[in-house]
């Protein structure tokens, strides 16, 4: 037994001896040192410091903001009343059919404490009736003060006994793509809603037709419901009007859009100060990018907003602004597309100047340039473009009133509308562009609509269209 023992503890010793031979002789040391320069390239990916708290969303509190806004976002509810046919019989023989009531819901924001609430055009159009009700439940009726189609910019005010919580506009220009926002509304009746994305994309156009849009795209979710509600940021700056969504659904499926708070707040301060909204233009005609046109003269793919003419007698013209030129710079907004340079001129009036930098020739020049008064228009639903009577067009057609139709799509060639000058609309006199634009944004693409016309004699004709 003694022997065996012996054995085994000579064994052992024989085995550490010649491990530790083998790791001090034989086996190298697996060591990495860090130095400066160990042969791979470092760099940053942003020149944003990194923040230990990781992903970014963590450092985000939503909860002031929509602790802020809730309270002065409110739920309008549009009353219409419609006439129709109630029956075959109505429909075949002209009965006159019945009145029906037809109720719209969407969202409003409070933007004073005596009660003057900003909402979309198409959440209060042709409302019989219009109705608040606040965050705590209250429920007053609500007056229209002014509207304005183009904007889809409405301001409605309600009388309260006591000062209401209200949002102040903030200033949309220096919102940045990818920065957090929270829609604040009623979809689908669910009161006090906030969701939160980021902004998507800035000076976004949605009718390639008009061409003078300027959204603000976001992620945030926004449904039927929603219009009128608030975008605001992180701090509860209202950055925003909801207004629309892109779905083929009627739902939301990943992108909606605002109307830009320095647009909004424009558009309530003229309604306030003047009745109406005053438009202002700097006299260039442009190109819409991705049309043949544009791809033949070779402008498809250029940064900023290629100038194709110039109006005359404009702040364009005076300015000595060219065919050729391209418009990179409005005072200290970088223009990249035409919603960049419509939607920071909508901001402006009448009157304003603005300092246009643009490219000729391969040098950059600054040049001021003034707004003057919009004298030409593309009318809603018929798309007929109108141009404010002067003194020789007013001897010309004999009159005093009405806008002179210059442009017919080609749908209304047939009926003779070129060169007149159109006095009412359903026998509502016309005395420029802006009632003209107010006049046809408030009638039905499936209703029917008469317009008085005069011609170059005087003569006097009256179209319905249906």
Not at 240 to 252: C, E, H, P, R, V
Not at 266 to 276: H, Q
Not at 281 to 286: E, Q, T, Y
Not at 442 to 456: D, F, P, V
Request: charged residues 20%.
């Amino acid at each position: 037994m003694k022997k065996i023992g012996s054995l085994l503890l000579v064994s052992l010793c024989a085995g550490a001896i010649t491990l530790g031979a083998y790791k001090i002789f034989f086996e190298q040391p697996n060591i990495s040192v860090v130095s400066e320069n160990d042969g791979f390239s470092t760099f940053n990916t942003s020149l944003t410091p990194t923040s230990a708290k990781g992903s970014g969303i963590n450092e985000v509190d939503f909860t002031t903001a929509a602790e802020t806004t809730v309270h002065a976002v409110v739920h309008v509810k549009n009353v219409t009343v419609s006439k129709g046919p109630s029956s075959l019989r109505d429909f075949f023989y002209g009965s006159g059919g019945s009145q029906r009531a037809q109720v719209g819901t969407g969202s409003g924001v409070i933007i004073t404490p005596d009660g003057y609430i900003v909402t979309n055009n198409h959440v209060i159009k042709n409302a019989s009736k219009l109705e608040v009700t606040l965050n705590n439940n209250k429920t007053y009726d609500a007056e229209l003060i002014g509207a304005d189609p183009n904007s889809d910019i409405a301001l409605i005010k309600i009388d309260s006994d006591s000062k209401l919580p209200y949002l102040a506009f903030g200033d949309s220009d220096n919102t940045k793509i990818g920065e957090w926002v929270l829609a604040v509304g009623n979809p689908f009746n669910l009161t006090s809603t906030v969701t939160a994305g980021i902004v998507s994309a800035k000076a976004r156009n949605l009718d390639q037709m008009l061409n003078n849009q300027s959204f603000i795209q976001t992620d945030a979710a926004v449904n039927p419901g929603n219009s009128g509600g608030a975008l605001v940021n992180t701090n509860g700056d209202l950055v925003g009007i909801n207004t629309a969504i892109s779905s083929q659904t009627g739902s939301y499926v990943g992108y909606s859009f605002a109307v830009p708070s320095n647009i909004a707040k424009k558009v309530v301060e003229d309604i306030m100060e003047y009745g109406n909204v005053q438009k202002g233009i700097i006299g260039i005609k442009s190109v819409p990018i991705n049309t043949p046109y544009a791809k033949k003269k070779g402008i498809n793919n250029i940064e900023g907003v290629y100038i194709d003419g110039v109006e005359e007698e404009t702040g364009a013209a005076e300015a000595g602004l060219l065919a050729g030129d391209i418009i990179k710079q409005i005072d200290n907004i970088k223009v990249t597309k035409y919603p960049d340079l419509t939607g920071y001129l909508s901001t402006k009036r009448p009157g304003d100047e603005v300092e246009i930098t643009y490219e000729r020739d391969g040098e950059i020049v600054s040049v001021p340039v003034k707004i003057i008064k919009r004298q030409t228009t593309i009318l809603p639903v018929m798309n007929l473009e109108v141009k404010n009577l002067n003194e020789k067009t007013k001897k010309k057609y004999k009159t005093e009133k009405g806008v002179l139709i210059t442009g017919v799509p080609e749908t209304y060639r047939g009926y003779g509308l070129e060169d007149k000058v159109m006095i009412a609309v359903d026998d509502e006199e016309i005395d420029d562009i802006q009632e003209a634009r107010d006049l046809f944004g408030g009638i039905s693409k499936y209703g029917r609509t008469s317009i008085t016309l005069l011609g170059k004699d005087g003569e006097r004709e009256r179209l319905i269209f249906q």
